[in-house]
């Protein structure tokens, strides 16, 4: 779970975003970062796949996100997670138990869609955007350099739809250069969650074990 939004979607940094970033770089991200912001429902589905340093590929995770704001829910078939903005509850659904944490910005930052988005805003220079076609669509291809060696990851590349501005594609590159690439499709920014979305109900899931981790 933490790579699949280690890998949505970028880990918020002090650090204010280096001088060599491009300014029209700056200037799409901006505008994709502003879909998630103001938004008050985003449904999306995503895949997956994890790549090692050597090559090898393993099977893609498939899922789907729903995001409000600091909210999300998130879906795959070993497990689902909602976050209200302050606790986290995460079903395991092999063992049917409940995870119930508050975790920490950090921890957010490395699952959140709206805080992975938010990366390039600090501790990241930007490369120039390149045209490229992914999912048979036009996009802008965005290189993302840490500014420091501290972190997880040695770079980041988005794929950025030219039409509507969504992210399309993220590839993360570990320091151990291994990669997790994501790919995001069925994109709707139109829809209006109530907050409830965002919370489990136990009263759905009465012989599911819950432990409280706060």
């Not at 899922?63 to 497990?79: R, S, Y």
């Not at 770079?155 to 320091?175: A, C, F, N, P, R």
């Not at 969650?193 to 919370?199: E, G, I, L």
């Amino acid at each position: 779970m933490k790579m699949l939004f280690y890998t949505l979607l970028f880990v918020l940094s002090p650090a204010f975003v280096s001088a060599q970033q491009s300014a029209e770089a700056r200037k799409i991200l901006d505008k994709a970062y502003a879909l998630y912001e103001e938004s008050y429902g985003i449904k999306l589905s995503f895949g997956i796949t994890l790549i090692e340093a050597g090559g090898t590929k393993y099977p893609a995770q498939s899922g789907v996100a729903l995001v409000k704001g600091n909210k999300f829910k998130l879906e795959t078939d070993e497990m689902e997670t909602w976050f209200d903005g302050k606790t986290q509850w995460v079903l395991m659904k092999d063992a049917d138990e409940v995870n119930i944490s508050s975790p920490t910005s950090k921890e957010i930052a490395s699952i959140s869609p709206l805080a992975l988005l938010s990366m390039y805003k600090s501790g990241y220079s930007l490369g120039n955007p390149l045209s490229k076609t992914t999912q048979g669509k036009a996009v802008y291809q965005i290189e993302m350099t840490p500014s420091t060696q501290q972190g997880d990851f040695k770079h980041i590349s988005v794929w950025v739809d030219k039409q509507g501005y969504s992210v399309l594609q993220v590839e993360l590159t570990m320091k151990d250069n291994s990669k997790s690439v994501i790919e995001i499709s069925n994109y709707n920014a139109n829809n209006n969650f109530p907050d409830a979305t965002f919370v489990f109900n136990k009263d759905l899931y009465p012989k599911t074990e819950i432990i409280d981790l706060r």
